[in-house]
C-alpha cells in the first residue's frame, strides 16, 4: 500500500454510510447486551466484559444526535467495534459493518461543510466512493477531553 492510500473499515449507522481508518480498530464484535452504569453520559450504552477487562460502549446515534431509524429488533445484528488505543479502549455500536476497502486519499474531499447532523470535529473527510459519500471519522477525536475523562 502506498503512502496516497489507506485502508477503511466502511459500517452504517441509520442507513449512512461511514469509515475509520482500520489502522483505528482493534476488532469487530457481534452485539453484547452491555450492562447499564449509572451517571455517565446518555450516549455511553453501558459496559461489557473485554479480554482482560471492562470496554464501555459508545452508541453512535446518541452521541451524534442521529434519530434513530432501525428497529430496535434489529439490534442484535448490530456489531461493535472496539478501537486500537491503548489507554482509552472503547467500543462503538454500530448497524452493520460491511468491508475493508483501500482508498486513495485524494479521493478525501476534506471540506467539512456537509457534515449530515455529525459535528465536524469527528469528521476527518468525506471519502466519494461508488456513486456515493461516506464519512470519515477519526475516532481519536471522537470523544471529548472532559467526556474521556468521565468514562475512564
Not at 483505528?24 to 452485539?31: A, P
Not at 486500537?84 to 476534506?110: A, C, H, M, P
Amino acid at each position: 500500500m502506498s503512502s496516497n492510500e489507506m485502508k477503511v473499515l466502511i459500517f452504517s449507522l441509520n442507513q449512512e454510510s461511514y469509515a475509520v481508518n482500520i489502522m483505528e480498530v482493534e476488532r469487530i464484535l457481534g452485539y453484547e447486551v452491555p450492562t447499564l452504569i449509572p451517571d455517565v453520559p446518555d450516549f455511553i450504552k453501558g459496559v461489557i466484559n473485554y479480554e482482560t477487562g471492562i470496554l464501555p460502549i459508545i452508541d453512535l446515534k446518541k452521541k451524534f444526535s442521529l434519530i434513530d431509524v432501525t428497529s430496535h429488533d434489529k439490534e442484535k445484528d448490530s456489531k461493535i467495534i472496539v478501537t486500537n488505543d491503548t489507554e482509552n479502549k472503547f467500543g462503538i455500536l454500530v448497524d452493520n459493518v460491511y468491508e475493508v476497502k483501500d482508498i486513495k486519499t485524494t479521493s478525501i474531499e476534506k471540506n467539512q461543510a456537509v457534515s449530515s447532523g455529525v459535528s465536524g470535529s469527528y469528521i476527518e473527510g468525506l471519502i466519494k466512493l461508488d456513486n456515493k459519500i461516506v464519512i470519515l471519522l477519526d475516532l481519536s477525536r471522537v470523544l471529548t477531553e472532559e467526556e474521556s475523562e468521565s468514562i475512564f
